[in-house]
């Protein structure tokens, strides 16, 4: 039994504003293959009296927190919310996927999910001599987990630094002491950890100076936008930095990349923060590429399945990814590259990629990447 | 012979509104010590019959010529309680009000510093009473018309309707063509009329009628004046008219809710999604294609656009599941090969016939399905409708070669010029604001204007029409009487005091300031002046006073308050306030 005091729980998520229209369950990207069905857990929830159990609710787990819900529901319900919600229940209860506890763990411990040493977090730039973040420096770079670990993501940073370099925007990193955003963390559901973190990592860069931040990953970007106590910092995703260095005629691209490019919006940077116009303008501003879209663009991008935690979980039906049915989208268009601006979507369209057999055809690349190749 | 107040004072409950929070009887025995007070009764409803009786019975026995009620806001009785006291004799102006309800029981915490708070209001307006003046209430006449803004359904019949009633009516127009947006329908439900019937029998009248002079490609730019003199400014081309008029309504319909704002319907980017509004031009020319086909596979989509607060409307179009139904009735009947799918939240037929038609349609082969629609996609030559059948509970995806988007009802673009030209209000919905939600439905806060049809919220024909009339009827009542009473609360010039600087003149909204011309001071047009006060503030020589809140009598209430000293209350925590019924 895992209760839930569902009256209180609709109430704090204001689940009594549901009208049942089905908006959110009906555009799910997951629920044509889980059971998951988030109009018919609120219906749920709201006629249990005073007790609701989770336990037989494992599709819970496959909510990708895209946001597709909850920016159509015409209530201003947040049936993601709500999720997240019930996952914290399960999580204050200790019933948590082993791999979840894992992530969880090594983020508590090193300071992210990746079971990576904390010492090791600045590796990526150890040749680079980049400045460390300090008072003066004009921004903070915040690098995140899977750019400072994964080696795929790895060459997202180290792109993003050649240009910003060549562009001369003058940044500071964090390095070692850098600590996970805790993004994942909530999405997952372990609020008390979250909070921990936002606070503590608020004190180091208050302590800094920071004043000005972007991010490499949608996701931390995010977090630090809409869940982090309101501190004054202004925070960008780095797309949004670079179309304002190309829209100021700051970063000249001089090369030439005779591609056919489509861009995949991810969840954290599209859906949640519409932010839908900056990655387009970088990538129109690349000589020599040309621009296709896919059908489901901007708002209705289709969520690679990436998010909410779902890097370290399964979920209920593993069968096709939802990736693939994207970089099959993506193929359609006659694309030869699939560019994107998160490390996630990044991760799993490559992966979707090469289980499609597809590698000759559509290449995964990062916006970063696509622009450091024509500097 | 000097004069004695002899004030009556009289506190209300106003059921528990007040009585919960505020220790009437405190208030009422301490109101029976002020200087000047007489008598100071309690009562359960004051604005009740047996409690103005109670006010009049002491004005007749007590030789009251003095009356402050403590109750609610003015802007709700001071006509009630004025009209009482001069019933018996009082001047209207001899009565005063203390708000110890919205100022005080509503807003703070029951406790003996919210009755001293009450105490400290009543002592107030007595203080003010004591010095009230009588006022001469005068009558300005009528020009005897009356203007229309919009000549759709709504403007058309209550244009014909006052000209038909002797008077003469201007109806200006923005387009060159009468009949708003129903003269685009195709046909109405129930009833499948043709609409062209509908509009070209109005719009004749009104072409014909000796009475209405109709300015089309016309906009309204400017309005002076006030109930029975207005002065319309009127843009037509290149001419500038002015239209003297008694009364003005304002008919200024809806624009249809843009679908391009719900992204994920794809409106504007799939040749297979159109609106109900495309689809009854479509109806008109005559054929249902869609790329050179007939469609096999239709799908309605309801609430596009209404009951949406994620595109900030809140409301329900009340049109709009009448409106599709209708138009699938008309595929059915007319592509009998088609499958007809309507997506719905509710199916909300509550007018006269509409059910009945709603149950004709469903006959008629139309499967309704319960869900909002989340999203549309393209799928090969066709298109898709993701939705979740909220009664099968399954997420279903259907294939589609036309969707019809029933797009919802939207203030009118020109809402706000027109709202701040005429200094009217609007809804949180952003329609015009009518005067009261059920007792005056067609007028609006400013005195002499007046709503009809859907500028003042989404409605159908019908109901456009009975709205229509009744403001017809409600804007004809100055025109018909001839007169209307001037505010007898106005700004008056000490001529020993002025200087005739003019620094009034340029504050004054109205233009009811003017220099005169031999004495070198300034004057006031009574008829002009609304008694907003702005001038008395611009004095430099503080010559001038308004009428019953002379300086004299607004110092006499301040000095009360300082004397009386009571600390800040705390407001009252945010909760559903007990509300008149």
Redesign the interface.
């Known amino acids: 039994m895992l209760q839930i005091e569902s009256r209180a729980f609709a109430r704090e998520h204001d689940l009594f504003a549901c009208v049942q229209c089905g908006k959110c369950t009906g555009g799910c990207p997951m629920t044509l293959k889980t059971k998951l069905n988030p109009r018919s857990l609120i219906l749920r929830i709201l006629t249990a009296g005073n007790g609701f159990d989770l336990e037989p609710f494992e599709e819970l787990w496959d909510c990708t927190t895209c946001s597709t819900c909850t920016t159509r529901c015409p209530k201003n319900v947040s049936p993601m919310e709500a999720i997240i919600g019930m996952r914290s229940a399960i999580v204050e209860k200790g019933k948590i996927h082993p791999n979840v506890k894992t992530a969880l763990e090594s983020t508590f411990r090193q300071g992210n999910p990746l079971t990576m040493p904390r010492d090791q977090r600045g590796a990526w730039a150890a040749d680079l001599a980049l400045k460390p973040m300090a008072e003066g420096v004009e921004y903070f770079y915040y690098v995140g987990c899977t750019p400072s670990y994964d080696p795929r993501g790895q060459k997202v940073a180290r792109s993003l630094v050649k240009i910003l370099q060549k562009a001369g925007v003058d940044f500071g990193i964090l390095g070692n002491e850098e600590n996970c955003c805790g993004s994942e963390v909530r999405r997952l559901g372990e609020a008390g950890l979250f909070e921990m973190m936002s606070e503590e990592n608020t004190e180091t860069y208050k302590s800094l100076g920071v004043s000005k931040m972007f991010t490499t990953s949608p996701h931390c970007y995010n977090v630090y936008r809409n869940d982090y106590p309101k501190n004054g910092m202004q925070v960008q995703h780095y797309t949004q930095l670079l179309a304002g260095l190309v829209e100021g005629k700051k970063l000249e691209l001089t090369g030439k990349l005779e591609k056919t490019i489509t861009y995949h919006d991810p969840c954290y940077l599209g859906k949640h923060n519409s932010v839908f116009d900056e990655p387009r303008a970088v990538l129109a501003a690349i000589p020599g590429a040309k621009l296709v879209e896919m059908d489901r663009s901007r708002e209705k991008s289709l969520c690679c399945e990436g998010g909410g935690g779902r890097m370290w979980l399964e979920g209920t039906n593993p069968g096709t990814r939802l990736a693939q049915m994207r970089v099959k989208e993506a193929l359609e268009t006659g694309a030869e590259v699939l560019a994107t601006a998160c490390p996630f979507c990044l991760l799993t369209l490559e992966e979707a990629v090469k289980h499609l057999n597809a590698d000759d055809r559509l290449k995964v690349m990062d916006v970063a990447e696509l622009v450091a190749e024509v500097l | 012979m000097a004069f004695f107040p002899r004030v009556g004072v009289y506190v209300c409950h106003c059921g528990i509104n007040i009585a919960a929070t505020v220790d009437v009887r405190a208030v009422r025995e301490y109101a029976a010590t002020l200087p000047g007070v007489v008598v100071a009764r309690e009562y359960t409803y004051m604005c009740s019959d047996p409690g103005q009786a109670l006010i009049q019975n002491d004005v007749r026995e007590l030789n009251l010529n003095r009356v402050v009620v403590a109750s609610c806001s003015p802007r709700m009785h001071e006509p009630t309680f004025r009209a009482t006291v001069s019933e018996v004799g009082l001047n209207p102006y001899c009565f005063e009000m203390a708000n110890i309800r919205e100022q005080c029981a509503w807003v703070h915490p029951a406790g003996d510093l919210t009755t001293q708070k009450a105490m400290q209001l009543v002592a107030s307006a007595v203080a003010k009473a004591r010095l009230l003046q009588p006022l001469e209430q005068r009558q300005a006449s009528v020009t005897p018309s009356a203007l229309v803004i919009g000549g759709g359904m709504a403007g058309m019949q209550a244009a014909l309707d006052i000209a038909d009633a002797g008077f003469e009516v201007t109806l200006v127009e923005r387009t060159g063509q009468l009949g708003g947006h129903v003269a685009h329908l195709h046909r109405t439900f129930p009833t499948l009329e043709p609409t062209a019937d509908l509009v070209g029998a109005l719009a004749q009248r009104v072409g014909d009628h000796p009475r209405i002079r109709l300015l089309t490609q016309a906009e309204v730019t400017g309005v002076g004046g006030f109930v029975g003199n207005f002065v319309v400014t009127v843009r037509q081309g290149e001419q500038q008219l002015e239209v003297p008029t008694g009364t003005i309504i304002v008919a200024t319909g809806f624009q249809p809710f843009d679908a391009r704002r719900k ?2 319907y ?1 409106y504007g980017v799939y040749p297979q999604v159109i609106t109900t509004v495309d689809f009854e031009r479509m109806a008109n020319a005559g054929e249902i294609r869609v790329n050179g086909h007939e469609p096999r596979k239709v799908v309605f989509i309801h ?1 596009v656009g209404s ?4 595109v900030g409307n809140a409301y329900c179009s009340r049109v709009c599941c009448m409106v599709a139904a209708k138009q699938a009735s008309l595929v059915r009947e007319r592509l009998p090969q088609a499958e007809v799918t309507a997506f719905y ?1 509710d199916v909300r037929a509550f007018g006269k016939g509409f059910e009945e038609f709603y149950d004709r349609v469903r006959q008629s082969g139309v499967i309704y399905r ?6 549309i ?2 799928r090969g030559e066709n298109v898709v409708v ?5 009664l099968l ?1 399954q ?3 259907i294939e589609a070669d036309l969707v019809v988007l029933a797009v919802g009802m939207t203030p009118n673009a020109g809402t706000e010029a027109i709202a701040s030209l005429l200094k009217l209000s609007r809804s949180s919905d952003g329609f015009f604001m009518e005067a009261h939600p059920k007792l005056r439905p067609v007028e609006t806060s400013m005195a002499g204007i007046f709503l009809a049809g859907t500028c003042q919220g989404p409605k159908d024909i019908p109901e456009s029409i009975a709205q229509a009339r009744a403001a017809a009827a409600a804007a004809m009542i100055p025109l018909m009487r001839g007169t209307v009473p001037v505010e007898a609360a106005t700004s008056s010039v000490d001529e020993e005091l002025c200087a005739g600087c003019g620094q009034c003149a340029s504050i004054c909204t109205f233009g009811a300031l003017n220099l005169h011309p031999v004495r070198g001071v300034m004057t006031v047009n009574a008829v002009l002046c609304q008694g907003c006060g702005a001038c008395a503030t611009a004095c430099p020589s503080g010559a001038i006073n308004v009428k019953h809140f002379t300086f004299d009598q607004v110092m006499a209430q301040i000095d009360v308050v300082e004397d009386f000293g009571v600390p800040p209350i705390p407001h009252r925590e945010a909760e559903a306030q007990v509300v008149e019924a």
Do not use: F, L, W
Request: aromatic content about 0%; hydrophobic content about 20%; charged content about 40%.
């Open positions: 992204p994920e794809g609430c009951r949406d607060q994620a939240m319960r869900g909002n629609p989340s999203e996609i393209r993701r939705a979740e059948d909220t509970g997420p279903v995806e």
